[in-house]
């Protein structure tokens, strides 16, 4: 039986101008509608000018044809569903703000969320926060990652936070430092009301156990536990890499997770305007 699909509103969505999702962006819409949301948000890595990440994100050239793609999409499908456009972007301090800011500020997109699975080196190249395997190591990546993260809540570009606890890919199991790093995190959020996503995407592809109940790194108990104490607003991303994920994913598990935690996400967020073209 087809776990019940509780999320209406999705702003966590990929296209295949990524490199590591499948399927065409109408057929994310069709899927979308076939599920009965309200809202379809994508938010593709953002295309960064003058950097590659091959495999990860687009070529910064990609940016005219997704946009285009997805106004046409919300044109085509409105009545029906809302479509809406955005980024999912790293917080690299001061390099890329004014291209966000202007992104946001000629609604070129709707909205960004920050996903903050790398950080850049001293030659401008992407290293992975979960690229270490000593515990020193772990620690100070975690550290960084908690840090990189309040700064990007700080810049006020971001509509939400995705996977905040996506530390915990890192790390094997939850210690002192994730423990310290996730009350920071969830400090901020507090302090600045900035919603936090409770992340789908390794509920679907992440470990199971022998009865094939999801066992993922995140979202983890312990972390969403203090989200749910402070009282820091939540929304659920299905983090779609392919179409059928918007309807064949553990909607039934995450569902019990946020009730086993006393979570209840907001099930929509206000938009920005989109340019008119």
């Known amino acids: 039986m087809k776990d019940e699909i509780f999320v209406t509103h999705n702003y966590h969505c990929h296209t295949k101008r990524c490199g590591h999702a499948i399927g065409e962006d109408e057929d994310y819409v069709l899927k979308a509608i076939e599920g009965n949301y309200k809202l379809l948000g994508f938010s593709d890595h953002i295309f960064l000018p003058g950097l590659e990440q091959l495999g990860i994100r687009g070529n910064y050239l990609l940016l005219d044809n997704y946009t285009s793609s997805i106004r046409s999409l919300a044109k085509k499908y409105k009545g029906k569903i809302d479509i809406c456009l955005g980024f999912e ?6 390099k890329f703000r004014e291209y966000y800011e202007t992104l946001l500020s000629k609604g070129i997109v709707q909205y960004l969320i920050c996903g903050q699975h790398c950080f850049l080196g001293d030659k401008n ?12 190591g772990r ?6 990652y908690a ?3 309040i700064d990007a809540m700080k810049s006020g570009l971001y ?8 530390f915990m ?4 199991s939850w210690n002192d430092t994730c423990e310290e790093c996730a009350r920071k995190i969830i400090d901020a959020a507090k302090e600045m009301d900035v919603v936090l996503e409770v992340n789908m995407g390794p509920s679907r592809w992440g470990q199971k156990d022998a009865n094939g109940n ?5 979202p983890n108990g312990r972390f969403w536990e203090l989200v749910s104490e402070a009282n820091v607003r939540s929304i659920v991303g299905v983090d779609s890499h392919q179409p059928e994920e918007l309807i064949h994913s553990p909607f039934d598990w995450i569902k019990n997770f946020l ?3 006393n979570l209840k996400p907001l099930e929509s967020l206000p938009l920005r305007g989109l340019e008119s073209k």
Do not use: C, M
């Open 89 to 94: 972007a790293e917080w690299y301090g001061d």
């Open 214 to 218: 999801p066992l993922p790194s995140y």
């Open 125 to 136: 190249n992407f290293i992975w926060y979960g690229s270490v395997f000593d515990e020193e």
């Open 139 to 144: 620690k100070e990546r975690t550290i960084q």
């Open 259 to 261: 009730e086993e935690r």
């Open 159 to 166: 509509l939400y936070i995705a996977h905040p606890d996506l």
């Open 147 to 149: 840090d990189a993260l």
């Open 169 to 172: 890919g890192w790390n094997p």
